[in-house]
Structures are given as structure tokens and as C-alpha cells.
């Protein structure tokens, strides 16, 4: 009989935290413990790591996502149970799950079959606390600013010119868009706002950019929240928002340590989505397991022209980051959905529908050979996948002069990724050449276009003058330095959802622009994008419940 992936999640022999920290050299008092199975590790332990050399990083990336599934999370885990299984000291960096998709449609974000991170319930829900943290930081400078226009307005904030929206963890149309503030004098002042998801809130970017808490406070304090009415921009610090919001990450800024089903060691911390934000883990997880590791096997949200894109010209820019070699992750099925069958014929084998869809997986490898990091891809491998499909993808892989690698780390874990494993150590011993995709000196709009020519493979970039006016107005203001974050839909390298496969020669359409000046980014959001998210017409929380043993069903 099949496992459930929570059947087995419980069934786990998880080692008390200190064990794991232990296996990474931390000591037991720079532990802070979330009961038995997770803890944080403390800012005064990973503030005294600099003088120590780094590991290797591998990136986990994929294929853009389908819905026949990639198992990207599940790659990330076996791969490090993997290297692991082989000797090597290997940490695995994830970020955190948001309830917005737990209870929408996603589900969970911890894995798969045997290839799982625990505590798999708690770190599905709610955690150490740490989403409910950055909503809270969030939320107290949307107060404060609605607040100091009550009181006077001092800094003479024009109400029509405020940027700053609320969050919460919590996929709802309904509040995209509001009016605030009705009800009379008392309330305050009416004006239109709306709320986006917490992923995508600006305070969780700089929670996950932060290098030290100091620089946590310095970013928050940069956060444009809006403009005078002679446009001069108004900050966090100006409303005397930082040290209050900083007060309220103090704690989530740690990162959490937890364990994989083999009890390889993980952190996760940090969660913003990379179809709306920059999808990566928090820079200070990733800098902390590099200083205790032999390799890291970290992974990037969604397809490779988002999530690694900005893993590379976001997260490693601002870090100072290197990345030792990439991990492309893609399954038969995406590969057939890529070249046009439909989810009900996945079960047939087609080795001509995989070849077709396989021009997405050579459109992802040449973008990646040109950030200058070697590539290996892995076949997640599903049961019905036939040896003809398989060979199919090792083909077109070898054509570029990538190997193409099957992987059973879903039903066999660690054992499952052995080749994969030592694929991945001989390709961190060849000497990279990474560089970003632009400099910094490349003017805003110029490196939209550069993403959407180079990645994308579009033909044009549509922005009205509007748009470009803003960008400019950054420029001047001191801002054009700063690298972009595309906000555009993961399921296809166009900005229509529907447009599988390589498509080239489409247009990328630039709806807003925002400046994240304490992140460091701007965001373009393109097409129907949404910074809030709604739910499905049958959404995942309708099956969720606790059953008679106070056990929770249909999370996952």
C-alpha cells in the first residue's frame, strides 16, 4: 500500500534538534528551540562565522511548472540526502511555506514521498512564527502612516500619493482593492489602498537581503512608503517606523533549523514567492550553512526564468554571492504538457510530445550556461515515465552538452539521487565564471528589456510613457543602480500563462513599476499578475479539518 506523503512525514525518526545542530558544529546554547524537532539559530552564532571559508553552492531550479508537476522542493531535498549519503556535509536551504497556497491550491512546500523535511505539519502552518512576524512589521507602517495624517501630518504625506498597501498571509481578491478609513472624523481621513500577500510584502525581501540586524533596521528604514504632493519621497525612518519594525523581526530574522526525513540537516527561513517577488530563501540561512557546509543545495521559486533569474541577478548581486553549479530539475510529464498533451494523457507514452516539450527545458539550459555556471539535469522520475521517454530527454539534454539524470529520491530518498549526487560535486570542481545578466549601470528600463530579450526571448517591451517617466524619476533620484524583479506569471517564459513550450518574438507587457529602495529592486509587474492572489473555485481549505486522534487531514 502507498504512503500518503503526511503518512510518512509522521512515521519520520526525527533526532532531537541539538543532534542535528551538532552534526554542523553548533553548539547547543546557540540553539533557540521551537520544541523537540526545530529551532533557531542564534544572530550571536552566525554573526561569529565570517572568518570561515565557504562551501560549495548548488542552485536548484526547473522547467516552468505544469500542472502533471516538477518536484523541485522534493529535488532539493534528495539531492542533499544524497550528498549526504555520500559523505559530504550538506545543508539544504528552502524558504517557508505561506498559508496562501496551503489553503488555495499549491498545498505544501516541504517536499515529497521520502524526500521530505520535517516537522511537515508545522512547517506548513504556522511555523516559528516568522510569516506572522513580517505581516505585523508590515501592518504597524501601514498603521502609522494613516496615523500621522490623522495627528497633523507633519511630513505632508499626499494621501493620493501613498505606496504603501497592507498584507496578509492569506490569498483574497476582495482586498486587492479598498477604500480605508470610512465611518467619520474619528477614523481618519478616507483614501483607496489595498492589501497584497505577505510573500510579496517589501519587509519580507529585506528580511530575507538583510545581512545583520543592523542592516535590517537600515533597509526598513529606507522603505519609501510615499510622496509629499511636490513629490519628494517620504521613509520608514522619516515616521519613525524602523526600530519598532525591527523590534518585531528580531527574532524571525534567525533562521530555522529543522531536518529532513534522513536527517540531514535543513534551514528554512524566509518565503517570498518568484512569480511576484525575488523567490528565494533569507541571504542570512544561505550564508550561514555555507560557513558549516561542504555543499549547500538551495533552490529558487518556480521556473529557471524566474526564480533562478533572480537567484542570480537579485539575491547573488546584493550577497556577494557564487553559485558552484546548477540542478534543472523536469519531469516526462511537464515535458509532454510543454509539447502539447493534455493532463489526461499524461499516462501514454509519447516520445514525440516529450521531444516537442523539450524545447523549453534547452530554452531554460541556455539561459542558465549564460549566467557562466555549469548545468546537470535531473528527471524526477514518475512511475508510468517509459525508458524510451527517458532516453528522449537524456538526448536533447547531450545536444547542449548536458547530462541528463533520472532520479527516484521520491520513492527511494537519498538512494535515489546517488548519480545525480556525484554529478553535482564534479561539477562544483570545474571552475564557473558567474556573472550577473547586466551591470548595475545599465539604466531600469534597459535591463527590463535585457530580461525579456535575453531570457524571455521577447521582441518588445510595452511601457507607456507613465511608466518610463517613473523609472527615469529613480534614475535621477539615486535608484538606477538598483537591479529589477519581474513579477510575471511562472507558467511560461511569455506573460500568457497559456504559451507553453520556447515561445520567441512575443511582447512583455510592463503594467507598474514599484521602487523597493530598502529591499533594493524594482519590481516591473507584468500582464494580469496579481500581488494578491485568489482562491480557486474549490479551494484546498474545504478539505481541511482535525480528525478524531486531533491529527490534521487534506493539508497535503
Not at 518536484?71 to 549519503?85: M, N, P, S, Y
Not at 512546500?109 to 512589521?137: C, K, R, Y
Not at 518565503?271 to 555555507?290: D, E, K, Q, V
Not at 492572489?533 to 479539518?545: K, N, V
Request: glycine share 12%.
Amino acid at each position: 500500500m502507498v504512503r500518503t506523503d503526511i503518512e510518512i512525514a509522521r512515521a519520520a525518526r526525527k533526532r532531537p534538534i541539538q543532534e542535528i545542530g551538532a552534526k554542523l558544529g553548533i553548539p547547543a546554547d546557540a540553539l533557540i528551540p521551537y520544541g523537540n524537532d526545530k529551532a533557531k539559530v542564534s544572530a550571536a552564532f552566525t554573526g561569529s562565522l565570517g572568518g570561515r571559508p565557504d562551501g560549495k553552492l548548488i542552485l536548484v531550479t526547473a522547467v516552468n511548472p505544469t500542472p502533471a508537476g516538477e518536484g523541485k522542493t522534493t529535488t532539493t531535498v534528495g539531492l542533499g540526502d544524497g550528498l549526504a549519503r555520500l559523505g559530504h556535509r550538506a545543508v539544504i536551504c528552502i524558504r517557508e511555506a505561506s498559508l496562501g497556497p496551503c489553503f488555495g491550491m499549491k498545498g505544501g512546500a516541504a517536499g515529497g514521498g521520502l524526500a521530505q523535511i520535517v516537522p511537515m505539519e508545522e512547517m506548513n502552518l504556522h511555523f516559528t512564527g516568522d510569516f506572522h512576524a513580517i505581516t505585523s512589521a508590515h501592518n504597524l507602517l501601514a498603521a502609522l502612516i494613516d496615523n500621522h495624517i490623522y495627528w497633523g501630518n507633519a511630513l505632508g504625506l499626499d494621501s493620493r500619493r501613498i505606496t504603501w498597501r497592507r498584507v496578509m498571509d492569506m490569498n483574497d481578491r476582495a482586498l486587492r482593492d479598498i477604500v480605508c478609513s470610512l465611518g467619520g472624523v474619528a477614523n481618519g481621513f478616507p483614501r483607496q489602498t489595498g492589501f497584497d500577500i505577505t510573500v510579496a510584502s517589501e519587509v519580507m525581501a529585506i528580511l530575507c537581503l538583510a545581512s545583520d540586524l543592523a542592516d535590517l533596521q537600515r533597509r526598513l528604514g529606507a522603505i519609501i512608503v510615499g510622496y509629499t504632493s511636490d513629490r519628494r519621497p517620504v521613509t520608514a525612518h522619516d515616521l519613525g517606523a524602523d526600530g519598532a519594525m525591527t523590534v518585531l523581526l528580531k527574532d524571525a530574522f534567525q533562521p530555522n533549523l529543522v531536518q529532513t526525513l534522513e536527517n540531514t540537516p535543513a534551514f528554512v527561513h524566509g518565503g517570498p514567492f518568484a512569480n511576484i517577488a525575488h523567490g528565494c530563501n533569507s541571504l542570512i540561512a544561505t550564508r550561514t550553512a555555507l560557513k558549516l557546509a561542504d555543499y549547500v543545495v538551495t533552490e529558487a521559486g518556480f521556473g529557471a526564468d524566474l526564480g533562478a533569474e533572480k537567484f542570480m541577478d537579485i539575491k547573488c548581486r546584493i550577497g556577494g554571492l557564487s553559485p558552484d553549479g546548477v540542478v534543472l530539475v523536469a519531469t516526462v510529464r511537464a515535458l509532454k504538457m510543454n509539447g502539447g498533451v493534455g493532463r489526461a494523457e499524461l499516462g501514454a507514452e509519447d516520445v514525440a510530445a516529450v521531444r516537442a516539450g523539450c524545447a523549453n527545458l534547452g530554452r531554460h539550459i541556455e539561459n542558465l550556461r549564460g549566467f557562466g555556471v555549469p548545468v546537470v539535469v535531473a528527471i524526477n522520475h514518475f512511475d508510468g515515465d517509459t525508458e524510451a521517454e527517458i532516453e528522449a530527454v537524456r538526448a536533447y539534454a547531450a545536444q547542449y552538452g548536458v547530462e541528463a539524470i533520472p532520479c527516484t529520491h521520491w520513492a527511494e530518498g537519498g538512494a535515489g539521487t546517488q548519480a545525480l549526487a556525484r554529478r553535482v560535486v564534479d561539477l562544483a570542481g570545474e571552475s564557473a565564471a558567474f556573472s550577473p545578466l547586466y551591470p548595475d549601470e545599465v539604466p531600469l528600463f534597459g535591463k527590463i528589456e535585457t530580461i525579456a530579450r535575453r531570457i524571455y526571448r521577447a521582441e518588445e517591451v510595452l511601457a507607456d510613457a507613465r511608466i518610463r517617466a517613473r523609472l527615469q524619476q529613480w534614475e535621477e533620484e539615486g535608484f538606477g543602480h538598483l537591479p529589477v524583479c519581474m513579477a510575471k506569471t511562472q507558467y511560461s517564459f511569455s506573460a500568457d500563462p497559456n504559451l507553453r513550450g520556447a515561445p520567441e518574438g512575443h511582447s512583455v507587457p510592463i503594467r507598474e513599476v514599484r521602487l523597493c529602495a530598502g529591499a533594493g529592486f524594482v519590481v516591473a509587474i507584468c500582464g494580469e499578475i496579481m500581488t494578491m492572489p485568489g482562491l480557486p473555485s474549490q479551494p484546498a481549505a474545504q478539505a481541511i479539518g482535525v480528525n478524531e486522534d486531533g491529527q490534521v487531514d487534506g493539508l497535503f
